[in-house]
């Protein structure tokens, strides 16, 4: 994969990290004035529970789309790496194959769901409910990008270390 694009992916995937942190600061904020709210003032705020539910679901997406560019996401890496090299390799591309069939399913189902709950509102928040369900879709696209991205440049590495050494290349 070439160095410009492998960077690019890099920085989106900060990007995606870096909007799920500030999602995450956001939401520890408004917790602790829930807390302060309920305990000092004696008067709660009634969005907050509604808000953070959907905030803990844009974190997790956004943070597990990115894990799957990083290969920081669940795998079999201690078995992946006992493997001889080339099995190795086989063995993380059918991991995220799977990971792309899981995203696919994700994308399709989570679209229909953000449809169906488009048009509902939120009961606390003056939004609609499918942003709660947005992410899924979001995240399912990054998913599967990440994923065939990383198939591709397995299968690259797979076939390097299967070519012909070229003249000079041999070990002195």
């Not at 920085?11 to 408004?30: D, K, P, Q």
């Not at 939120?122 to 899924?136: A, D, F, R």
Request: glycine share 6%; net charge positive; aromatic share 10%.
């Amino acid at each position: 994969m070439p160095d410009l694009f492998s960077r690019i992916l890099d920085r989106l995937e900060r990007v995606l990290t870096g909007i799920a942190a500030a999602i995450m600061g956001v939401l520890a904020l408004i917790v602790c004035w829930q807390v302060f709210a309920r305990y000092v003032l004696q008067k709660s705020p009634v969005w907050v529970e509604e808000f953070s539910v959907t905030a803990i679901m844009w974190i997790g997406l956004l943070g597990a789309a990115a894990a799957v560019w990083t290969g920081d996401h669940m795998r079999l890496e201690w078995v992946t790496k006992r493997l001889p090299k080339r099995y190795g390799l086989a063995l993380e591309i059918l991991i995220d194959a799977a990971i792309v069939y899981f995203a696919a399913f994700l994308l399709s189902n989570g679209r229909l769901l953000t449809e169906a709950t488009w048009t509902s509102r939120m009961s606390t928040i003056p939004l609609p409910l499918g942003l709660t369900y947005l992410v899924l879709p979001i995240a399912a696209a990054f998913m599967i990008a990440f994923a065939a991205l990383r198939i591709l440049r397995k299968a690259a590495e797979a076939l390097e270390s299967r070519s012909p050494r070229k003249e000079g290349d041999h070990a002195r």
